[in-house]
């Protein structure tokens, strides 16, 4: 299971893997990374829409 949570004072996010049986494994991106991550997800669906 995949987690994001908006931190607090609004400074990035955390993103959480949660597999059974698995530790935990928890990144925090601030806001320039968050959004370069967005960039690249929304550049990967216009790629699988336009195939």
Do not use: C, W
């Not at 928890?26 to 195939?51: I, P, Y």
């Amino acid at each position: 299971m995949l987690v994001v949570t908006r931190r607090g004072n609004d400074d990035g996010v955390e993103i959480a893997y949660h597999a059974p049986g698995e530790a935990p494994a928890v990144a925090f991106l601030g806001k320039r990374q968050t959004r370069r991550l967005r960039d690249s997800l929304d550049e990967a669906l216009r790629s699988l829409n336009a195939a």
